[in-house]
Structure formats: structure tokens, C-alpha cells
């Protein structure tokens, strides 16, 4: 007799170690709605492990499908996965673990998926063998091929990784900067005639370029390195490790 698969315990920490700085790279080159998108995608990943560890499957989904769209990340279809166990969809488990597994995830977190899905097929094989009372011949499946025990956090390292958005700020900054320092040389060298000359006229016109040049000078220069270290931050922040489910070790013993 086919033991029937009890739903998965929520984990206290299901996607809440997400949130830390995955947002960055869904999101564009302006610093303060990088700040906005970031702190609403933490909040509705604890948000979404809360609900989970409430038994509420549903409010997870949604939440994790928000953002979702914040940050296309595909752990996270691996945890809308997780949910529709939860509420005894094994049919929606089922399209999102392949969903996860369609994203090529590295080997670690794709034998998660794998045995998630096959998971979930076990008991959907199961479920029409309860249908169909007179099925073809075929291999016996016992409880432990349906059953698996408590899920279980792993952390997963992930190497930072230089984007374009990176490059463009860093490299959009320099360029400033060396503008100012050019900038920065003609006031200098209006400022020497100015000191060189004793017409009136043209000692006006030498501070007035001076200071135009002064001023764009300090202007590119300010603005570069304001670029350039947003770049330099927004790459230190990625996280290094991250934190996936998976089922301990050992599946429940046939009946």
C-alpha cells in the first residue's frame, strides 16, 4: 500500500536570506530607487517566510510572486514550488520546480530541483494509481520513494559577480573625473594669464573663463567619484552566500 507524502513544516527561514542585496541586479543605475526596490523585495520575502511558517501557502505565493518581479531570481520559483506542496498542489509544485530547473541552476541547487520534482511526480503517480485500480504491470513504489522528511536551510556560495550596470558607473565616473581634471588645467592656465597681463579687459576675460573652468572642473570631478564608488558599493554589496531548502538526508521507511 502507497503511503500517502504529509505536507512539508515550514522552515523559519524559507527566503528570508534572499533579500540581501539580489534586488541589485533587476534594478537600474539610480541609487535611491535602488534603496526604494531593495527594501520592499526584503520585505516581501519575510513577509513570505512568515506566512509560510503560518501554514498560509497562498499569501506566500503571492508575496514571493511580487517579487519575483523585482528580481527574476529562480530560487525563488523553487519556493513558490515549495508553497504549492504546502497547500496540496502537486500539479503547480510540479510546473515550478521545472521552471527552476529550466533556468540551468548550478549543480547543488539543480539536484534540489530534481528531487523536489520527483518528488512531487511520486505522488502524482501515486494519486492515479488510486484512480486507475487496474493499471498496467509495473515496478512497486513504496512510502520511501513519496516520503521525505523535514525540509532543512543550506547555505550556498555564490561568487560576486562585475555586471554591466557595474561597469557603467565605474567607468562613466572616471571618465568625469579625468573630464574635471582637464577642466581643472584650463582654469589653471587662465588663472597664469591673469596674473600675466595688466589690461582690464582681458584680465576680465581671463577670471571669467578661469572661473567657468573652475567650476566644471569641480563639478566633473565631484560627479565621477560619486559614480564610480556607487558602482564600487553596489558590487561589494552582492552577497556571497545564500540560502537554499532541501530535504535532510533519508526518506521515510517502507511500509
Known sequence: ?????????????????????????????????????????????????EAYNRSEP????????????????????????????LASRPERALEYYSRFLAEHP???????????????????????????????????????????????????????????GHATLVISGALLAVAGGVFGGLALAQSGGFAGTADPAQRAGFQDRGNAFAWSSNIGIGVGVALAASGLIWFGAQPTRIAVEERAAGAGAAQ
Open 106 to 164: 548550478e549543480e547543488s541547487q539543480a539536484q534540489l530541483g530534481r528531487e523536489a520534482r520527483a518528488s512531487v511526480q511520486a505522488q502524482l503517480d501515486a494519486r492515479n494509481r488510486a484512480a486507475n485500480p487496474n493499471p498496467q504491470p509495473g515496478p512497486t513504489v513504496t512510502n520511501s520513494a513519496v516520503t521525505t522528511n523535514a525540509p532543512r536551510i543550506r547555505w550556498v556560495d555564490q561568487p560576486r559577480r562585475f555586471t554591466g
Open 1 to 49: 500500500m502507497i503511503g500517502r507524502r504529509s505536507s512539508p513544516r515550514p522552515s523559519a527561514s524559507l527566503v528570508a536570506a534572499f533579500a540581501c542585496g539580489l534586488a541589485l541586479a533587476a534594478l537600474g543605475t539610480d541609487a535611491h530607487g535602488q534603496g526604494r526596490n531593495r527594501g520592499r523585495f526584503q520585505r516581501l520575502v519575510q513577509q513570505a517566510a
Open 58 to 85: 497562498d499569501v506566500a505565493i503571492n508575496l514571493l510572486e511580487q517579487a519575483y518581479t523585482l528580481n527574476p531570481n529562480p530560487l525563488l520559483l523553487y519556493n513558490i514550488g515549495r508553497a504549492h506542496e
